[in-house]
């Protein structure tokens, strides 16, 4: 079942997520939710937070379902490790028609359980790295804009409160 996704000024996307108890078949449900919203967006990356779920689990795919195996699930993750640096241009679901550069870590190895409740750890570089962290980044109440300083972010946050008096956001 697709499921609407919140956007900047929603509460939920802005506060953190709590850990998942137990992978009831709700929390399968939710996640297979968060993979067909995901991919009919279309978008690489979905955390349960955009959906107005304060729990915390996201889902990647950087083929958005082309690959097989392209699909990665985290419940309750975790990061191992990260290092390195990237300045790339990112944009965000929640943040339709905006994008901005965004220190990032280069590689990151996030753990967690799969949706079957088994554990799961995945090394990712580049866009993979970058995902990961826009991602547990929702999962703390943190969006790309807060990331952001200054003279862009504030240019970004108005525009923003501009669309959203005339309904248009
Ligand atoms: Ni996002």
Redesign the pocket.
């Known amino acids: 079942m697709l499921r609407p996704i919140l956007k900047y000024g929603d509460a939920p996307l802005h506060q953190k997520a709590q850990p998942v108890a137990a992978i009831t078949p709700d929390v399968v449900r939710l996640i297979d939710d968060m993979i067909e919203t995901m991919y009919a967006a279309p978008?690489i990356?979905?955390?349960a937070p955009?959906v107005g779920v304060p729990l915390r689990i996201f889902v990647v795919d950087l083929s958005v379902g082309r690959e097989a195996d392209g699909l990665l699930t985290f419940v309750n993750p975790e990061f191992v490790e990260r290092e390195g640096l990237q300045l790339e241009e990112?944009?965000?679901?929640?943040?339709p028609g905006f994008n901005a550069t965004v220190v990032r870590p280069l590689r990151a190895i996030v753990k967690g359980l799969d949706r079957n409740g088994e554990p799961v750890q995945t090394e990712g570089n580049g866009l993979l790295a970058r995902a990961f962290q826009?991602?547990m980044?929702?999962l703390d109440g943190t969006?790309?804009v807060d990331r952001l300083r200054g003279i862009k972010r504030d240019l970004i946050v108005k525009k923003i409160r501009k669309l959203t008096k005339s309904g248009k956001w």
């Open positions: 978008g990356g979905l955390a955009q990112e944009g965000c679901l929640s943040v826009h991602e980044d929702h969006i790309f």
